[in-house]
């Protein structure tokens, strides 16, 4: 399944840096998102490294999720593709 990495997760003072909202193609509703939770993200970076996260909570009632990945994700990450596994 495809994803779209929307940005990252930010307060008035603090950007969290591995943190990102994601919003997954045919999700629409927060209960469609709230199953996802718990599911695998990898997002491959130009270089070829893959970075892993996982899915942590759904985000508004769009259908958006939080994902929480392993290390700092960065600035060039934010609007693009991410796949979702198991």
């Known amino acids: 399944m495809k994803a779209l990495i929307f ?3 930010i307060s008035r003072h603090t950007q969290h840096s591995n943190h990102m909202i994601i919003q997954v193609s045919g999700v629409s509703t ?3 998102a709230k199953q996802l939770v718990g599911k695998t993200l990898v997002w491959k ?3 070829g490294k893959e970075l892993k996260g ?3 909570a759904p985000h ?3 259908g958006a999720v939080r994902a929480i990945f392993e ?3 960065p600035g ?3 609007g693009s593709e991410v796949k979702l596994g198991e």
């Open 76 to 78: 060039q990450s934010v």
């Open 54 to 56: 996982k899915v942590a």
């Open 7 to 9: 940005n990252f997760r």
């Open 30 to 32: 927060r209960d469609n």
């Open 60 to 62: 508004g009632n769009k």
């Open 45 to 47: 970076s130009p270089a």
């Open 71 to 73: 290390t700092g994700m």
